[in-house]
């Protein structure tokens, strides 16, 4: 049977530039759930953008885009999306080439070994997120935590991480990445058993091995996969560090741990700034766009 007479037995039939009533009549509880959740507050966090309201005033005033520019002249709001960038760009590292190296070291493992390593990698993503970034809040106390202990007996004097305007960011980046690096980890183990072996053999047989076939053969059969590797750890990046930055450092020392995500929290929750607050999330909604619309552009590029 040809696909297209496939979909006539469920009503999807195009009369001319018109879909019949039974694919509208599917469809309706899609687009209600898709307009009342996500189509609507994306209009209405548009409209309060343009207002000046700090909650416990009646009525938002109009303002335009005064919002925008008050930011866009705001060096607090450059350093947001300086730190957004890094912490975008740490979970590069450890959401993407680090699972992927770790897929690519054990995959070769076999039997009880291979479950072992699996199992105690994918381990602290099975944990709460609150109860490891507790855990690791003891680890970095500064005098009686496990690594300052460990320091002091190696003869080095252990830093405040937490508070150390340098160190606070990439302490709470390393939570947030070691919290998910089982996760992704797993999804490039699964991309690399799935690859065709006849395919691995004939290159090894033409005499491909080490970085040549990782190159040349791998690297090329697991695009898709690592396309949406990367991407899911760039676009979960703020959502992942939202909480351990929230328990730890709540944004602090002096803003340092903050990202766009955060600060809309912060302006909407604990400022009560909702048009700030609005046009932060809005600016972030077209960043995480862009890379939404990147990844769609090299799909079409690969499969056109």
């Given at each position: ?23 509208l ?8 759930v ?10 209405y966090n ?42 975008m ?40 997120v ?18 300052a ?10 830093p405040?991480?937490?508070s ?65 590797l ?26 340092h ?6 600060a ?5 929750f604990?400022?009560?700034?909702a ?15 862009i ?12 499969h056109?």
């Amino acid at each position: 049977m040809q696909p297209v007479e496939a979909w006539k037995g469920v009503g999807f039939r195009r009369l001319g530039n018109r879909v019949d009533g039974t694919a509208l009549l599917l469809l309706a509880p899609s687009l209600v759930v898709l307009g009342v959740f996500v189509y609507w507050p994306l209009l209405y966090n548009l409209w309060l953008s343009l207002h000046e309201w700090n909650l416990v005033r009646p009525n938002p005033s109009f303002v335009g885009l005064a919002n925008y520019q008050a930011l866009l002249a705001d060096p607090l709001f450059s350093q947001l999306i300086r730190q957004t960038l890094v912490y975008m760009g740490l979970a590069a590292l450890g959401n993407f080439l680090l699972p992927l190296g770790l897929a690519l070291l054990t995959i070769q493992v076999k039997g009880p070994l291979a479950e072992l390593y699996q199992t105690l990698l994918f381990a602290p993503t099975v944990a709460a997120v609150s109860v490891a970034t507790l855990v690791w809040l003891y680890i970095y106390l500064p005098a009686a935590g496990p690594l300052a202990q460990l320091l002091a007996r190696l003869g080095l004097e252990a830093p405040n991480f937490l508070s150390s305007p340098h160190l606070a960011l990439y302490a709470v980046a390393l939570v947030a990445n070691w919290k998910f690096l089982g996760f992704h980890y797993l999804i490039a183990l699964a991309a690399l058993k799935a690859l065709p072996r006849e395919v691995l053999e004939a290159a090894r047989v033409d005499g491909a091995s080490g970085l040549t076939l990782l190159w040349h053969v791998l690297l090329p059969l697991l695009g898709p996969a690592l396309l949406f590797l990367l991407l899911s750890a760039l676009s979960s990046a703020l959502d992942y560090a939202f909480v351990p930055i929230d328990i730890m450092t709540q944004g602090g020392p002096f803003g340092h741990t903050s990202n766009l995500m955060y600060a809309v929290y912060q302006e909407a929750f604990r400022h009560f700034r909702a048009g700030i607050a609005a046009a932060q999330a809005l600016l972030l909604t077209l960043g995480l766009g862009i890379l939404i619309l990147g990844q769609l552009y090299l799909l079409g590029r690969r499969h056109g």
